[in-house]
């Protein structure tokens, strides 16, 4: 019994290590979109047309009357 236990646990961690690498690289590849989707965000936000439309946004926040 302790034998059949014993090789169950030895497959299942040589089952394991060989995952292990893969975790570094999805962190990669998640960094890598996180910043490619900033980098497009911040120039649709720079835009000329989105700053304007900002810019009177908080205009009138600033104007309004309570």
């Known amino acids: 019994m ?3 236990t014993r090789a169950r646990l030895c ?7 060989r995952d ?13 979109a996180a ?5 497009l965000l911040y120039e649709v936000v720079t835009s000329g047309q989105v700053k304007a439309e ?3 946004i908080v205009r009138r926040a600033l104007s309004a009357r309570t």
Do not use: D, P
């Open 2 to 4: 302790y034998a059949k």
């Open 11 to 17: 497959a299942v961690a040589g089952r394991m290590r």
């Open 20 to 32: 292990a690498g893969m975790v570094t690289s999805e962190y990669a590849m998640g960094i890598i």
């Open 35 to 39: 910043v490619a989707f900033a980098v």
């Open 54 to 56: 900002l810019q009177n």
